[in-house]
């Protein structure tokens, strides 16, 4: 898995992978020495809870953006590691296809390179791209104004779906307004400013 995350994140033009560590114990030393911009965890380390390694991390003088990486596709997981300190949480089974984005997400703003090369902060597009299309129905809603129940009445889902699309969808764009979420959707095109 390690092997292949690497691959992931060198494929990735402006990124460098500066070391690995395959325990909780050698993560905390590397950090200290090499100051990685982002740190990649695994929630499954053999010496300790992979959010007790985001916490540790997130403590120092220099914290990493984290991310998480967990075979668990569950809420509570992603919401246990937001509260620990990760800016993100990938399934490993989504790691081809979303980590990089997640990454460039996570660090979009809040990172500043230690080389010449910039990094590029993720296009509304690209953000909107992480979202399934179900989730793009419900943004287009949030944008337009309507109630929960409104949503659920168009797209034939009941309230408590929409909201549980709402969530994901926050949670994957990184956004926890309305304003934002409206925002964000102008930008994308998902809708246009005299949609109503």
Same mark, same amino acid.
């Given at each position: 898995m390690r092997e292949?995350?690497?691959r992931?994140? $060198?494929? !990735?033009q402006g990124l460098q992978v500066?070391?690995?560590?395959?325990?909780?114990?050698?993560?905390?030393?590397?950090a200290e020495r090499l100051?990685?911009?982002?740190?990649?965890?695994?929630?499954?380390?053999?010496d300790m809870s992979g959010l007790d390694l985001v916490r540790r991390l997130r403590a120092g003088t220099e914290p990493p953006v984290v991310l998480v990486l967990s075979m668990y596709d569950d809420a509570e997981y992603a919401r246990e590691a937001r509260?620990?300190?990760?800016?993100?949480?990938?399934?490993?089974?989504s790691a081809a296809t979303m980590?990089?984005? !997640?990454?460039?997400?996570?660090?979009?703003?809040?990172?500043?390179?230690?080389?010449d090369d910039a990094i590029p902060r993720a296009s509304a597009q690209e953000r909107i791209a992480l979202l399934?299309?179900? $989730?793009c129905d419900v943004l287009r809603g949030i944008a337009r104004g309507r109630t929960n129940k409104e949503m659920g009445q168009e797209l034939g889902i009941s309230p408590r779906t929409v909201e549980t699309h709402r969530e994901r969808l926050m949670r994957k764009l990184g956004v926890t307004t309305v304003a934002g979420l409206t925002?964000?959707?102008l930008d994308a095109g998902v809708v246009t400013r005299d949609a109503g």
């Open positions: 292949g995350v690497r992931i994140l $060198e494929a !990735q500066v070391g690995e560590a395959s325990d909780g114990a050698s993560a905390l030393a590397l100051r990685p911009d982002v740190a990649v965890v695994d929630v499954g380390l053999p509260v620990a300190g990760a800016a993100a949480y990938v399934v490993k089974d980590l990089a984005a !997640q990454l460039w997400l996570a660090v979009g703003g809040t990172v500043r390179p230690s080389r399934t299309p179900r $989730e925002a964000l959707a």
